[in-house]
Each structure stands twice: as C-alpha cells, then as structure tokens.
C-alpha cells in the first residue's frame, strides 16, 4: 500500500467525517453520517499515516495545491491566433444562428492553459460575462458516476452490487440491475420525466419539490431486459442517487461537493435545488422566451442527479483536465469509466455518464446536456487533452454545432495526435546510435523530443539518433510535433536500460578456469566462441588462450582477462603415435616421450616472432632438450612428420 494512496484515503474520510470551511470562507459543517465515517474510520485505523493528519493539514494541502494549480494557468499563454480565431468563431456562430441567444465557451489546451469567450445576451442589454452560470443539464450525469466511482475505490459499494442490495423494491424496476448498468444506460429502466403527463405536471407546478421516489412512482415497464441493450433514461442516475445515499448516508449532491467541487474550487459550481445558487446565473430562453422568473425548483428536483447541476464554461473545462489527467480518480476507475458501450448508433459509445463520439472523422469523449432554457456541449480530445466546454442560455439552439466548430479550429490548427514511435525498446548501457522514429505529424512543422536521464540526442525532425550514457537509465521517449499555434499530442515509448555486466576475471587451477560472474559467461579461445561452454567454470583439454564475455539482460561485458593454458600430461593423437610433453613450464630440460619407432619425427623450436632456436631429427622414443642458456620467454615447438604436425606452446621460467 503506497503512502499516496493512504494519503488519498486519508483526504476522503477528513472530507466526510469533519467540519470544513472552504477557500472562500462559507461556513460549512458535515455532519458524520455513521454508515460511511464507520467504513472509512475503520480503514484509517489500519493505516498509522492517515492518524497524524489534522484537518488543518489538509486545508493548507488543499489551498497549496490551489494555488500552485492556478499559478501554472496563470504562467501559461494561451497562442493568441488561436484564441482570436476561437473568438471570431463564437462571435459569427452566435451571431448568425437564431435560435442562441448567448453562449460562453472555454478551451483548455495543456500547455497553453485556458481560453474563455462569450457572445450573444443574457437578456436585453446584459451581454453574456465569463462569470455567469448556465444549467448544464445531462452533463451532470459524468459528476455522479465520477462520486460512484469514488465510493467503489473506498470499497463503500461495488458497481457490481445489484439495487435490492441498497434500496427496496420499486413498481417496474428491476431489483437485480447493477449499479454498473444504470451508470452505463444497460438498465432498460424508462425514461418518463421529460414526456407527457409528467412534463405536464412539472411545468404545472414550477416550485414544487418532486422527490426521487415521487419520480420513480412515474416509471413504466422496462424497455429491455437489463444488459441486453442500451437505452438513456435520466431515471437511472436518480437511482443512483439513492443508492450512494443508502450507501453513505449522504445525498448525492454532498458526495459531489466534498470529492469533487471543494478540492478542485469550482466555487461557481452547485447542485440545483439542494444548495444554494451562487455567482451570476444566466436568464434561461424557452422557446424564445425568457423563463428567467419562473421557478427551477419543480424542474431541478424532478431531474436530481439527471441532470440539475449549474457551473460556468471555465469550471467545466477544467473538471474535465482535472478529472482525464487523473487528479479525481484512480486509473482502474478511469478504466471504468471509459469502458465504452454500443449504443446502437455508428457514431456513439456510452461509458459512466461519458460519450466516446466521432465527428467529421474527429473521434472524442464528451456529452451534451438539454433541459428548459439551457443547452451544454463537453468535448475532450484524448490525442492531446485539449477539452472543449459550450454552454448556452436558449434551448432548443444550435450550441452544439458551435462548440464542436470550436473544437475544430484547435485541431485543425495546432499539430495532430502522435502516431507510435518506432525503435528498440531495450537497449544496454553504453550504447550509441540509435534510431527512432515516429510517422509525420498532421500540421508539425517542428518536433520536440524528450529522452530518459542518461540519454542524449537532438532533432527538430520526426527521426531522432540516441547515445545511451553509461549511466542512463530507463525512462521513456517522448515525442510532439509543434508549429506556430502551439504543441500537439504526445507519443511515448517506454525504454528499458540495461546495465552493462561487470567485467569478469578467470582465474586458472590447474586445467579448470573459474570466471568471477556466476552466470551468463561464453567462453573462448583463439579460434572463436567455444560451443556449449557458457558455465561458470572451463575444463581446458587443448592448450590455448582463453577468455570469457558475460552477457546478461542481452547487454555484455568488456573481454576478461586472457589467460594460456598449457596443458601437460594428455596425450594428443595429432601424430601416429602418442607423444608426452613435460615439464611445461620448464626450466633448464624439457622431455619428450612417446612412440615412434616406426617414423622419423622432425623438431622445431622458434621464438613467438618466428625465429628458429632450434632444429633436429629424432630417432629415440624419448628425447631430452637441455635449454639452460634459453632466455625466460614463450616458445612454439612444433612437431611433425611426413602426414601430420603439432604445435605447442613451451613457457621457460
């Protein structure tokens, strides 16, 4: 268990079971519901790091990341082309389509931070403003399956858990749908809020407070069976509501505060209905008519966690980044959460309150968000993270079409998503000249490389050369292409670096040599590699030099040290008959023994240059050179006859 994920804990349960006051100094105080703080207070008292965190602590841990988060926007600069081409975009789009009566949009682009705009009207004259919030209706669905995910990673409740697990039964719901179902829209659950008589009922009666289990009353027969189709229904994120309140003991709408909007600041942001509406909202338009003055509580009570959550552009764009680069949730619940169903169209996927959506051959993740009044559009680009956030005061408009344009200036401006790099994946200590590559990037006009520590090389190119230091070590390559509008997409390349072995060191007793490495040794002479001698020990037969390489990991060592071994004592079968040589080394006599009666054997004695020392004929079995004047050096004795020869090497010491 990592002390980041205790700490993460840690930062949960001081959330739920403690008084806090948020950054800007309202008051607030949780009230510790015994079902969750009892789970998460039991997982503290295994984990002796969460005891010595005091709710101060995490305060200022909070507003430290706060501000460093905001400083590092702040020091970014968004490309101002860009922001001037997204800028007359908006201002034509809005102009030009009649139905948007205002609309504020925001872009995140990592690297170059964030860009707002707005155009058209609140009302008659008060233009839209970067502060206001709209309803971004549906798009609070990715909010709550985000808060379920959060409970799962607490072992609080399992996407896999089924609804008589956590509530009682309801008329024309299927008490076995899991929660993953619901999340996903597999539950065949129906969908009445928005059609006749309910809509009725809720435009009828705009300041009542219709409760979820009033809603639930409004549910017909499933539409297919669970898990054999798919089908949106807004009553499944109602129900899981209700079950994260079972759960915990919390509504919906304090899970969504306390794990998400007070740690990231989204201080513009709140649950309709359930808390209060804070900064400047937005008149809503209806059909063309300002709805403004008449109550959303009938309305944003009966969607609930459907669908009621407001927030302005640049808070939305920034729940995405936070959320996609993994501040929010671990990677096995962004796994989930991506986990893309079919949805019967060609063109969408659903995953947990997430589309995965292509348009005009772009491929991204997103949703859109309707109810009366507003309309909301999220795009996030998975090449390179730019996020993409249209929200607008008018329903029915064509928002939607205007924040996609939007989302294609960035991508048909900025360089294009990174295809994979090509070359070794492991490479050795020490090792030079390596090439990689990666297939040219859509509007790169430059490259920029990032190597591991150790390694270097440079190119403004998609191919670059690498020297690996001898100290490098793994890491990944990383490559982006770059023009005038800022810097695309990323592609990686993990690298594994290899250390080169030890050099080893033989050491010789009698004819057996022991390498200093155990293992990985190939063993050689001077003819090559010897075959099947990879052990750490040599029996040497044949007099020669020898020496061993150690490969491991596929990197090898430096040569060892050479030594000669002359083997003395073993018959050798070059000649007709066996011959004996010794002593070897020899001082002042060397003897040569064997059997060759039969034949003449022909001696010579030579220097390692070549020179001859010494040359006769032998005719007895058993000869004896007497050397005494022979300078301390090594020799070659060679032997031989009309059909063979043998050479040997002679030391004098």
Known sequence: MSVLYVFQQALLTLKFCFPLTNLKGNGRLIIAKVSLCWKLIWFLLQTPYVLKLKSPVKKILYTVVFILGTTLVKGQSFNSQLAAMLQDTLDTYVANISNIKGMSASVYIPGQGLWQGTAGISYAGQPISPQMSFGIASNSKLFVSTSMLILAENNIISLDDSLHDWLPPYPNINPDITIRQLLNHTSGVSDPIFT????????????????????????????????????????????????????????????IHDSILYPLNLDSTFYDVKEPEVGIISHRWWNSVDYHDTSRVGLNSAGGAAG??????????????????????????????????????????????????????????????DTWGYKSKMLYDTCNGTVVCGLSNSFPSGMSAVTFLLYRVVKNHIPGCSGPISGPETICQGENAVVYTVPPIANANSYIWTLPFGATGTSNTNTIVVDYSNTAVSGSIIVSGVNNYGVGGTSS???????????????????????????????????????????????????????????????????SN?????????????????????PNPFTDDIMIKGNFTKDTIFLTLTDMQGRVILSKMMYDEDETLNLPSLPNNMYILTLYNKNTIRKMKLVKN
Do not use: K
């Open 562 to 582: 050479i030594l000669h071994v002359l083997v003395t004592g073993i018959h050798d079968n070059n000649l007709e008959s066996l011959i004996d040589l010794f």
């Open 196 to 255: 006749s008589p309910w809509m009725d009922t809720i435009m009828a009666n705009p300041t009542r407070v219709f409760t979820p289990v009033e809603v639930l009353g409004w549910v017909g027969a499933p539409t297919f069976t669970a898990g054999s189709s798919w089908g949106y229904s807004n009553v499944n994120y109602i129900l899981a509501a209700l079950v994260a309140e079972s759960a915990t003991g919390f509504n919906i709408s304090e899970i």
């Open 493 to 559: 390349l993990a690298i594994t670096v290899n250390p080169i072995p030890q050099t080893p060191i033989i050491t010789q007793n009698l004819n057996i040599l022991t390498s200093s490495i155990s293992s990985g040794n190939q063993w050689y002479n001077s003819t090559g590699a010897i075959i099947g001698e990879t052990n750490q020990n040599l029996t040497v037969t044949v007099s020669d030099d020898y020496y061993t390489i150690v490969t491991l990991l596929g990197c090898s060592s430096d040569t």
């Open 308 to 369: 009621s959550i407001f927030s302005t552009s640049s808070e939305m764009a920034q729940w995405y980044h936070a959320l996609f680069s993994g501040q929010i949730i671990n990677q096995n619940s962004l796994n989930e959460l991506t986990s893309f169903v079919a949805t019967g169209s060609s063109s969408q996927n659903y995953g947990l309150g997430l589309f995965r959506e292509t348009t005009q051959g772009f491929t991204y993740w997103g949703h859109g968000g």
